[in-house]
């Protein structure tokens, strides 16, 4: 059974960058057709896809933060993280890892936002932009 839990701090101040790991138990993180992704929920709003890593290691990020985003690995951790920079206070939300298995990335990005499509989530870690 795969499990996903996010790690990482809960405030962070306005201009600094978000940083947030994604540990997985449970199956590797290189498997084939598995893609990790990030998402977030502001307060009052619906899920916002971030972006994932595929298990080739190829990533993919919403243009509205591609400029601001970077996720990687470290597959001898079996981990993921997420790097969100120039952050403000709109930025807000409880952020979570989740995984969906899939031939392809279309797919991926076509469902991204769905909850129910996914495969494994974590339990989501809220984290805070504020001075």
């Known amino acids: 059974q795969v499990q996903l839990q996010e790690s990482g701090p809960g405030l962070v101040k306005p201009s600094q960058t978000l940083s947030l790991t994604c540990t997985v138990s449970?199956?590797?993180?290189?498997?084939?057709?598995?893609?990790w992704s990030w998402i977030r929920q502001p307060p009052g709003k619906g899920l916002e896809w971030i972006g994932y890593i595929a298990y080739s290691g190829s990533t993919y990020y919403s243009p509205s933060l591609k400029s601001r985003t970077s996720i990687s690995r470290d597959t001898s951790k079996n981990q993921f993280t997420l790097q969100l920079s120039s952050v403000t206070p709109e930025d807000t939300a409880v952020y979570y890892c989740a995984s969906v298995i899939s031939l392809g990335p279309r797919t991926v990005v076509a469902v991204a936002s769905k909850k129910s499509e996914y495969d494994y989530w974590g339990q989501g870690t809220q984290v805070t932009v504020s001075s």
């Open positions: 449970g199956g590797s993180i290189t498997t084939n057709y598995y893609y």
